[in-house]
């Protein structure tokens, strides 16, 4: 009896075991979220050659190029076209680079980024709220590069980049304004920023520049990422009564509401057809790989500046995905021709008259918003119901 | 009154996989074992299930696949608990780190891709005219029906049954339970194993009814809530149900009031949930200041015969 007994309790330590083992894989495999230092020793073949502390971008060598993700490469948008184009970058030059996912935007950021900026020659902070980390880590490291997305603090060694997105949200307008057939369109806004309320009212004018009595009503959930939150708030909208919508925000669970209510629902950041081809409108989708590309070769040459780059159609930074197969050619027609404008570098879609939710005119008639006012945007287009909380 | 049948639809619907995590966790800690791995639980439960439905494309393989895994975390929590005696806080929540670090990993291949399918609704059509009933209760899913009779079942099962009964001296007492002849580590076993597949069953429920495809990290703390669930409920099965439905409504009710054009501030309706709840808990401790907690008294301590602790 007491052996049956031991033998049972050692097989069980036995699972035991095994799940310890199993986590551990888990772990390792998981790109290093904890040790950024650890994975990038092992991926990084020229950080062996040269272990120097004080590290520089000798010309014609290979730069250490690092990455810092603000969620996981599966999120289906932000992050996963970064990771899109850092395997674009990758494939580009022939060499690899570190990656370090998950890392949020707080004091750890700036400890993630200095222990980077010691074994690396260049580093990309790929999320808005880096900004005062990777600057503080700028001034502490002279001769590493950096490059920070989306915000607008830079440093003899630390550049900007971002696109105008505003372009393709207008274009998704087009596409949302002629599919809607109750006039009434929602949008599922992350946090009411500049970058939110320029998309927004992008978008509404694009609606209105093919329906004049379109409306656009907005949720704000205060997360970039949450699938349930999003979901709700779908819901909400269409309870409503607003018939084809954009989710400004990380997952694909407003277009899946949309979906199972036969609805229509566009997304944000990539291409989110497979989640329900029938519902997809389209969105705004960015493309990093080429500026990937071209900033460290630049460093390679000798030739980095540390410029606040703005990407737009022209350079294909910023795209429209592919409009979803419910969209008649018309439709498709009309998207193509106003794409055409922003490929060419024609047409600036905040050209006055444009009055805002009051009633007051923001941009005279005859008039257009500089890139620097559209960035700093506060205030919402006629035709937007809905509010930015203070 | 369509506004409200809308809200308790929507209540629903988000509230069923807190049902399912805190019924579990009731179960388990009405063994007197304290349950806190129901993040990582759920989590795995929902990339077994999206993993298997992918693969197999059948519904019962899925929800096989997901107790399977489920069976094996609850054996390792029950083994950590009630054999090793170890502390179960850490145990609950090494199961939560070990729970979304391996699910990330094994979702890597899935994520992105959307399930074959869905869970099938039980169809009332004669209830479609009804007003109120019909928007709430005609097309609901099997798994929500099933939520509704699990509730039931195992509240007659721990108050009306001398099995429960059983389960209650065990959490309770369990020294004066061993003498009663019940074999107190044989029981915990079984309820850590069955509560954790309810858990895993309400990560499986997020990803096939809610959101139809896996995203690291999906479940954004609901593990967590179903944890507060179970103190929110004092340990009670119909209780639970109706402070689940009370968070799930909290999940659209800020949304709500946004679109109705109020001026109140989002960052404040977000907070209205967490508010609500301090301002429940108190009301709660008050009317009941002078009754037991309900928590089962001997919750956490492990249990060895002729040992006094």
């Not at chain 1, 050692?10 to 035991?16: G, P, Q």
């Not at chain 2, 950590?80 to 609950?92: F, W």
């Not at chain 2, 699910?103 to 869905?118: D, E, M, N, R």
């Not at chain 2, 919750?299 to 006094?308: H, K, S, T, V």
Request: glycine share 10%; aromatic share 10%.
């Amino acid at each position: 009896m007491k052996k049956r007994k031991s033998f049972w309790s050692a097989s069980l330590a036995l699972v035991m075991m095994m799940a310890v083992v199993l986590s551990a894989c888990g772990k390792s495999n998981d790109s290093g979220n904890a040790s950024p230092s650890a994975s990038a020793s092992s991926a990084s073949p020229s950080a062996s050659e040269s272990p120097s502390a004080s590290p520089s971008a000798p010309a014609g060598k290979t730069p250490r190029v690092a990455f810092v993700y603000i969620g996981p490469p599966g999120d289906g948008g932000w992050t996963y076209q970064h990771d899109l184009g850092v395997k674009y970058m990758e494939k580009e030059l022939g060499m690899k680079a570190d990656t370090v996912e998950n890392v949020p935007e707080s004091a750890d950021a700036e400890r993630i980024i200095t222990e980077l900026a010691q074994n690396h020659d260049i580093i990309f902070t790929t999320s808005f709220g880096y900004m005062d980390y990777t600057l503080n880590v700028a001034k502490k490291f002279p001769n590493v590069k950096f490059e920070h997305a989306g915000g607008y603090k830079t440093n003899d060694n630390m550049a900007t980049y971002f696109g105008k997105n505003w372009e393709a949200s207008y274009l998704s307008g087009i596409a949302a304004g002629k599919m809607t057939k109750k006039n009434h369109l929602g949008y599922v806004a992350a946090f009411p920023i500049p970058e939110l309320i320029y998309n927004i009212n992008a978008f509404t004018l694009g609606a209105q520049s093919v329906n004049k009595d379109v409306k656009v009503d907005i949720v704000w959930t205060n997360t970039w990422f949450d699938p349930t939150t999003e979901r709700n708030a779908a819901i909400s909208l269409l309870d409503k009564g607003a018939d084809v919508l954009i989710a400004y925000q990380d997952s694909p669970a407003s277009l899946q509401a949309a979906n199972e209510r036969g609805a229509m629902a566009g997304g944000n950041d990539s291409d989110m057809t497979r989640y329900a081809p029938k519902a997809y409108l389209t969105n705004p989708v960015w493309n990093w790989g080429p500026y990937y590309a071209k900033k460290v070769k630049a460093l390679t040459d000798g030739t980095w500046t540390n410029e606040q780059y703005l990407g737009s159609f022209k350079d294909g930074m910023v795209d429209i995905a592919p409009l979803g197969e419910s969209i008649p050619d018309d439709v498709k027609k009309l998207v193509e021709d106003q794409k055409a404008k922003f490929v060419a570098g024609e047409d600036n879609i905040f050209t006055g008259p444009i009055v805002d939710q009051s009633g007051a005119e923001k941009v005279a008639s005859g008039q257009s918003l500089t890139d620097a006012e559209i960035l700093e945007m506060n205030w919402l287009v006629k035709g937007v119901e809905g509010t930015i909380p203070k | 009154m369509e506004l409200l049948a809308q809200i308790i639809a929507a209540a629903i619907s988000s509230g069923t996989p807190l049902l399912f995590a805190a019924l579990g966790g009731i179960l388990i800690e009405r063994s007197g074992i304290i349950q806190l791995g129901a993040e990582g639980i759920m989590l795995l439960g929902a990339v077994i299930a999206c993993i298997a439905f992918i693969h197999t494309g059948s519904l019962a393989v899925t929800l096989l696949a997901v107790a399977g895994i489920s069976i094996a975390l609850g054996l390792v929590h029950a083994f950590m608990c009630v054999t090793l005696r170890a502390n179960q806080t850490v145990s609950g929540l090494a199961m939560t780190l070990f729970g979304s670090g391996l699910s990330a990993y094994l979702g890597k291949k899935v994520s992105g891709t959307p399930i074959p399918g869905s869970v099938p609704k039980l169809n009332l059509n004669f209830l479609d005219g009804v007003p109120f009933l019909g928007p709430v209760f005609a097309h609901l899913d099997v798994l929500a029906w099933f939520s509704f009779v699990l509730v039931v079942a195992m509240h007659l099962y721990i108050h009306r049954t001398s099995w429960g009964l059983h389960l209650r001296a065990i959490g309770d007492n369990p020294p004066t339970a061993d003498v009663m002849g019940i074999r107190v580590q044989t029981f915990r076993y079984g309820y850590v194993i069955a509560g954790t597949i309810l858990i895993g069953l309400a990560g499986a429920d997020m990803l096939l009814v809610y959101s139809p495809t896996w995203t690291e990290g999906m479940t954004a703390g609901r593990g967590w809530i179903a944890v507060a669930l179970i103190i929110f409920a004092r340990w009670n099965p119909v209780r639970a149900l109706f402070c689940a439905y009370f968070f799930g409504a909290m999940d659209t009710i800020g949304f709500k009031i946004q679109l109705i054009g109020s001026e109140i501030p989002s960052y404040f309706l977000k907070m209205i949930p967490y508010a609500v709840t301090i301002l429940v808990l108190m009301f709660l401790g008050w009317r009941s200041r002078n009754k037991p907690s309900g928590s089962p008294q001997s919750l956490g301590l492990p249990y060895i015969r002729e040992q006094r602790f």
